[in-house]
């Protein structure tokens, strides 16, 4: 049986939701700019694309092409609040569904169209639902074929608000007008690549030989290729509601601007460290494993193995400012042109100039219920705290309790990614229970 796949994607989503919440912006160009930075604009509304500018600008690049164009800053609580009221929406419709990022989703209605009609019917009572009870002023636009690849490439081909049919009948003609960097997974850098291999087109990409594209691309690469010059895609629609196993979660933070206070750039670090630790207890796992990174004037990252497993945000940081020392001692060294520098590893070496960008990670996850209980007082004590500070701030809300070291220090807002790409947050989604409904 030939499946039947939509993807929904909503339109200028994070804009949308700011027109329709505030109907003094409908009608007129805004950016949604990063809700710790005014300087980076992460969506444009339709009018503002209309422009030119999009989500690649800068207020300032922006500026020059609209100098009436109205800044309001990221809500990705609210976005993820109506995200979650459109899944409520075309779970009505079919089971499987597929949350692809916070605005488009995949839906498998092979078994389920007729009850609505057909999926013309299908879509359009969706569309009205949506209307009806998210908003008039939120639409989608629907790209509807036999497998994923195509139905993803059909959203984007009738914006906004429009219904694209992709078939084995009308691919060609569909093919012919659409461009390389139209199908999800071929990037610039693609396909520049690609372009130097003489392929411009899909159709082209079609007739390049896999043993080419193998040999350019790698196995992997070059079979996903060959892949998509065929139109062809195996992979089915995974529910939403199957949690995925955690093996690893990670969080990086931008700053707002390029900063060169140390205290200021540990602080934030020490805030992540906590975050990822929070995140470890609630999905009762610990870790062994701990990376950094950091970009500003240097680019700095390295990656640490314990002895032993945690889920303290103070021992990820303590092993972090390991991993930094570190890094900074190979960046001193190198600077020097020699390992004869006079340091050793309990040298304290400083953060040149700014940094701008940091991530913190943590992986080999492991059950805590298959680990030895902690041996000494003192870890059953460290782990005790951890469990009472967390049953206060879930009671009385995060920050309620923060170690000494944050005192008077920025808090970092945890909100979910446009992408939904932390494991933690697609668990989260797959146990919400107001969506089991």
Not at 57 to 83: Q, V
Not at 130 to 137: A, L, V
Not at 311 to 327: A, E, R, Y
């Amino acid at each position: 049986m030939q499946k039947t796949i939509l993807h929904i994607d909503f339109d200028s989503f994070f804009a949308s939701v700011e027109q329709q919440d505030n109907p003094k912006l409908r009608n007129r160009p805004i950016g949604v700019t990063a809700h710790n930075s005014g300087t980076a604009i992460i969506a444009a509304s339709r009018e503002a694309k209309k422009l030119g500018i999009s989500a690649s600008f800068n207020t300032r690049e922006a500026f020059a092409i609209c100098p009436h164009l109205i800044l309001t800053g990221a809500n990705f609580e609210r976005y993820f609040e109506i995200s979650k009221a459109f899944i409520k929406i075309c779970k009505d419709f079919s089971p499987q569904i597929e949350v692809f990022s916070i605005d488009e989703l995949f839906m498998d209605v092979t078994l389920t169209q007729k009850l609505f009609g057909d999926v013309n019917d299908l879509i359009a009572q969706l569309k009205r639902r949506i209307k009806e009870e998210i908003g008039e002023y939120i639409t989608v636009s629907v790209g509807v074929s036999y497998n994923k690849l195509l139905a993803k490439l059909g959203s984007g081909l009738d914006k906004p608000n429009g219904v694209t049919y992709i078939t084995p009948q009308n691919l060609p003609q569909i093919y012919a007008r659409a461009k390389l960097t139209d199908i999800c997974g071929i990037g610039g850098r693609i396909e520049r690549r690609l372009n130097s291999m003489g392929v411009f087109t899909l159709p082209q990409l079609a007739n390049v030989p896999l043993r080419m594209l193998m040999a350019e691309f790698g196995n992997v690469e070059g079979r996903f290729l060959k892949q998509v010059g065929l139109g062809e895609d195996s992979d089915p629609v995974h529910s939403f509601t199957q949690a995925p196993e955690a093996k690893s979660v990670g969080r990086q933070y931008c700053l707002a601007r390029n900063e060169y206070d140390e205290r200021v750039v540990l602080q934030n670090i020490y805030e992540l460290c906590e975050e990822l630790a929070i995140k470890l207890r609630r999905l009762n796992k610990k870790t062994r494993h701990i990376g950094l990174s950091l970009r500003g004037s240097i680019d700095i990252s390295g990656h640490l193995l314990l002895n032993d497993y945690t889920s303290s945000g103070k021992s990820i940081f303590n092993n972090c400012m390991q991993v930094l020392n570190k890094q900074l001692m190979i960046y001193e060294a190198v600077q020097h042109a020699s390992f004869e520098t006079g340091f050793n590893k309990n040298t304290k070496l400083h953060i040149p100039g700014y940094v701008r960008r940091m991530g913190v990670w943590v992986s080999d996850l492991v059950d805590r219920d298959v680990l030895p209980i902690p041996l000494f007082p003192q870890w059953r004590k460290e782990q005790k705290l951890d469990e009472v500070v967390d049953k206060i701030n879930d009671k009385f809300g995060s920050y309620t309790i923060r170690n000494g070291f944050l005192l008077y220090a920025k808090k970092l807002k945890t909100v979910p990614n446009g992408f939904l790409g932390d494991r933690y947050e697609r668990l989260q989604l797959a146990q919400d229970k107001s969506l089991q409904e």
